[in-house]
Structure formats: C-alpha cells, structure tokens
C-alpha cells in the first residue's frame, strides 16, 4: 500500500485487491483471478447464459437457465469475510466463478464452484478452491464443506487431488464434501507443485524486456 | 551473548481460541531456554514505553483511542483483531522492550537482542491497529534510533507483509525496511513496486513469494534483491521482523520452511549489521506452538551458539522466477520515479536540498 490505495469506481468497501493475480491455466493460457465486484453482475449473467445444461445442472441441482435479479445480487455482493466469490476471466470473459459461505457464527463454510465448458479440466477448479481456502482461513474459517451430485466425477476427482484430507458422506446421488483447510503437509507439497506449473513465465511476458 | 528483553503478553491480551495467544510466548521462551545459554544468556525486563517514544510512530488520537477502549474492556478492533482489557499495558510494555534491548545492546557492545513480546506489531499504523497488531514495536525502536542520528535496516521476514512498518517509514530516508512474503496472502500489500515516497526512493524494498516458496528461494531474495539495497544504504542498526509463520508447520500461511531455514535467514541478517552488537529481533507472528519453539531455538542458536538448527534446510519450491521478477519490477520502479523527480527538479531552478536517493537503482 504505502499511501492508501485509491480504489477505482465500483470497487466497494473492503475489497481484498492483493486476492487479485494472474496464473496460468492448464491450456497455457494466463488467466486473472480476482474477488467479485457488485459491477460484474452483468459479466456473471453473460457467463451463465453460455454454460452448457450439464454445467448449471452440477452447480445448481436443477436446469436453471436463468439466474433471477435477486440471485445476481446475492452473488455479486458479498462482505470479504464471511460470503467470497472469486470469478477467473482470460481478457475480459469470465471463464468461472467460486465462492464460499460461512455457516452462521461457525467456522466451517460452504464452497461451490462453476467452470464454463471451454474451459473445464484446467485446474480452474483447484486454482479456485486454493483461493478460496487461503481467504477464509484469514477470516478464521478452517472446514469446507460442498455437495456434488454423485456422477460429477471431475470435481469430486478435484476434491480428490487437492490434498486436504476430504471425507465424503453419499446419500440419495448426492455426495457430501467435508475437509478441514489446515495447510497440512500433503496439501501444502502439492499447492507447491501447482504453483510451480501457475507461475510458469508469468512476471516476465507482460512486463516487457530488461 | 544474547540478550532477552521481556517477556511480555504471556497471560495478558488473551482471545481466547484466537491463534495468536499467550501461549506463544511460552514456546518461544521454551526455544530460548533449549539453546542452554547459562551466563550468555542476559534477561532484562521491559519497562512501558514513553508517549513521546509512542508519538514518533503512532498519531495521539489513536493512542488515546486504543487506551480508552482498552480501559473500558475492549471488544474487536476488526474481524481478526481483539483488544482486552490487558491489551493497552501489553501493547505499552511491548512496544518498550525494544527500546530497552537497544541499551542492552549499546552498553554491552556485542551479541544480539531478541525481543520476546506479544501483541506484535508489524500491522499496526500509524492511526490504527490491524492484523492482531495493536503497537508497531519494531517502528517504535526503529524510530528512536533515527531520532539518535542512526540509519536502521528493518529486515521483515514475517510470511505477512509489514504494511504497518511500510506505511510508518514510506518517507523516511534513514529506515530501509526489507520485507519477504507469500503472495498472495494477508494484508495484500508488498508489491515490488511499492519503493517508498519521493523523499525515500528505494527505502521500500519488498519481495513477495508464492505459496510453496522453501527456504532457498528466500535466501536468494536476501543474495540478490536486498543485500546490494543494504549495502548502498549502510545501516548503523539491523532490526528483524521476526515472525516464524513462513515455517511449513503454520496453520495461517503456505510457505514451506523449516527451522533450518530460520538460521540460514538469521546468518545471512547478521551479516547486514556493521558493527557487532546492533542487532534486534523482534517476535511477530507463528502460530504453531513447536515450529515457533524450534525456529527461535535454530534462529537464536545461529547468532549466538552457532548451534545446529533441529530441521535441515529445504530447498526447491517455487518463487525463484518470482524474486527474480520482484528485483526487475523494483528497479524499473526506482527508475521511473526517479526521472519524475529529476523532471520536476530542473523545473525548481534553485535545488538546494536534494533527497538522498540512489539504492539500487542503476545496475
């Protein structure tokens, strides 16, 4: 900071600006992943308007083609610490959103993510949930939970490979996610691998020659 | 020799389930106590530290604020940062011990001071608390110090970034502060390109380090972004942020060190000092109770007893691209700040007074 940030209009109150970065994704792509902003709702609604049915249906449990005026606001308008979304953009299309909500007055909150088709198996999930836990853990959050439909098998492969300890409980096609975020040695080994593959170049592309 | 200055926050300023807790500094204590010192070991008590010592790096009006709300019971400062009632006498006391270390250390003229007290203080501004920092105590020292005529290096190895210490020094030509940290991470400032104001070119230095980043690579940080800055700037003291999160062990942070590596750390910071008997380190944060223990054991052991540290030191995570990268962008930001200050000088005719400037700048 040095001197107090000035913040650009429609940045609100408390935006964390140092969760925002640029990784590379799987493709070699360089992604920029940043906290939500109450002015990306049309950005949002552009992006599930794209997904394909399979996609919404994992998210949501249902075939929601629309999201409702009230959903995008309690989407994009979140508080920093206890509701987060974290949306992933290649120039300026947002290719995924993940958020977490803290359970009332616990330290466990729910997680959930959602990764445009083009753009799945590129370790934009992983990218997000690592994001998403370094956040919340600031905040004194240390469990996620989530619920994915039991035939989802990339995120539940996701959650697999992460390297938290996960437990999951199956009822009724539904399975129940539930790990504690403590950087326990097996996660903090492999974040470091993905870290390796994230910042690949970057720091050096965009910032021209010395 | 090595000289203890406090405890202080072993019972007070508790939280509760809060990570950062009085039991700290029993474990940092427990560390001194392995290294078996016998008569190298020299503890002086703390004593509160003045309000004129106070007002050098805090606004009054916060001091006022602080002690008031303490006084009254205290409650949250923000979501991380509590305040009891003990909170204001610990804080004082806290922010004192430094100021009693350095005469410590001036009257005996060798060995190194490490300051054991709690709440820390690296968050703190100069008009607010923050971060589970209510004092800057390292500021606090560092500015009476300059007040003496002295140049201080402040080398900040926290996993968290000195925001605090940053913002208190921004303008300040005779305080080089050296910061290394995860990034992204907590409070989200430290960017290479943050190099103090236009009075205090390149005394801003700050190397941040991805999630995973092992010892090595911060030691390339110390090598090749802050050992040339330290040695153009030429400090009188070497004052340590010395917080043992970056250690793999914490449960607030993702860098991958072991206490082997606070050593090589400590040795690498000890060599930055000119003079022997000009060195201070200040506990900040570390949040897992036997790598906290360990690491002031291995950090301490390498200034004094030269003893070898409980872990071995780890080498190959990722962030070498990184401080590489950090070392470009600090320079290209020097450079350019400093043409806008040559811009606006040859506009002002008579230059009477130039700032010093000149660290690490054209290489």
């Known amino acids: 900071m040095g001197r107090d940030t000035e913040l650009a209009a429609g940045v609100p109150e408390g935006y964390p600006r140092g969760a925002e970065r640029d990784v590379r994704i799987g493709n070699g792509e360089v992604v920029h992943i940043r906290p939500i902003r109450a002015d990306d709702a049309a950005m949002l609604m552009a992006f599930h308007a794209t997904l394909s049915p399979e996609s919404v249906y994992f998210r949501f449990f249902n075939f929601h083609a629309e999201l409702t005026a009230h959903e995008v606001q309690h989407f994009t308008e979140v508080d920093y610490k206890d509701r987060l979304a974290l949306v992933v953009l290649v120039g300026s299309r947002m290719v995924a959103v993940g958020r977490y909500d803290r359970l009332g007055g616990t330290d466990e909150a729910e997680v959930a993510f959602l990764v445009h088709d083009d753009y799945q198996d590129l370790g934009i999930g992983t990218l997000l949930a690592d994001e998403l836990a370094r956040a919340a853990r600031t905040h004194g959050i240390r469990v996620f939970q989530a619920e994915t439909l039991s035939h989802n098998a990339a995120m539940l492969e996701m959650f697999r490979r992460i390297g938290f300890p996960v437990e999951t409980h199956y009822e009724d096609g539904v399975v129940a996610v539930r790990f504690s975020i403590d950087p326990v040695p097996a996660y903090r080994e492999a974040l470091a691998r993905r870290e390796s593959a994230r910042l690949a170049g970057i720091g050096e592309e965009s910032k021209g020659s010395c | ?363």
């Open chain 2, 1 to 363: 020799m090595l000289i203890l200055a406090g405890p202080v926050g072993e019972r007070e300023h508790d939280g509760g389930s809060h990570p950062e807790r009085p039991a700290r500094i029993r474990a940092a204590l427990d560390g001194v106590s392995d290294l078996r010192l016998g008569s190298d070991l020299v503890t002086v008590a703390a004593r509160p530290a003045q309000r004129d010592d106070l007002l050098r790096v805090h606004d009054g009006e916060y001091l006022d604020e602080l002690e008031s709300f303490s006084r009254r019971g205290g409650g949250a400062l923000d979501a991380d940062t509590y305040v009891t009632d003990t909170s204001w006498d610990a804080a004082v006391r806290a922010a004192g011990a430094g100021l009693v270390a350095i005469e410590a250390l001036e009257s005996s003229g060798e060995g190194a001071a490490f300051v054991v007290v709690r709440p820390p203080g690296h968050h703190a501004q100069r008009d607010r608390g923050m971060g589970f920092c209510l004092l800057n105590n390292v500021a606090v020292a560092a500015a009476a110090l300059v007040a003496k005529g002295a140049r201080v290096l402040i080398v900040d190895w926290d996993v968290h970034h000195g925001n605090g210490t940053q913002e208190i020094f921004w303008d300040e030509p005779d305080v080089l502060y050296v910061s290394t940290h995860q990034w992204p991470l907590y409070p989200g400032t430290g960017r290479p390109e943050e190099i103090g104001g236009l009075d205090a070119i390149g005394t801003t230095l700050n190397v941040p380090v991805p999630p995973g980043a092992t010892g090595d690579v911060l030691l390339q940080a110390m090598d090749e972004v802050a050992a040339p800055a330290v040695e153009a700037f030429g400090p009188d003291w070497v004052l340590v942020s010395c917080g043992f999160d970056a250690h793999r062990a914490d449960p607030l942070a993702e860098l991958a060190l072991t206490s082997g590596d606070f050593a090589a750390l400590a040795r690498r910071t000890a060599a930055f000092a000119r003079s022997p008997g000009r060195l201070v380190l200040f506990l900040e944060g570390g949040y897992d109770l036997q790598a906290l223990r360990q690491s002031t054991a291995a950090t301490l052991g390498a200034l004094v007893g030269d003893l070898p540290p409980p872990e071995p030191p780890t080498f190959g995570g990722p962030g070498s691209e990184a401080v590489r990268s950090a070392a470009r962008d600090r320079r290209r930001a020097i450079e350019e700040l400093s043409d806008r200050l040559l811009a606006v000088d040859s506009l002002d005719a008579p230059v009477t007074e130039r700032p010093r400037w000149g660290l690490g700048g054209a290489r």
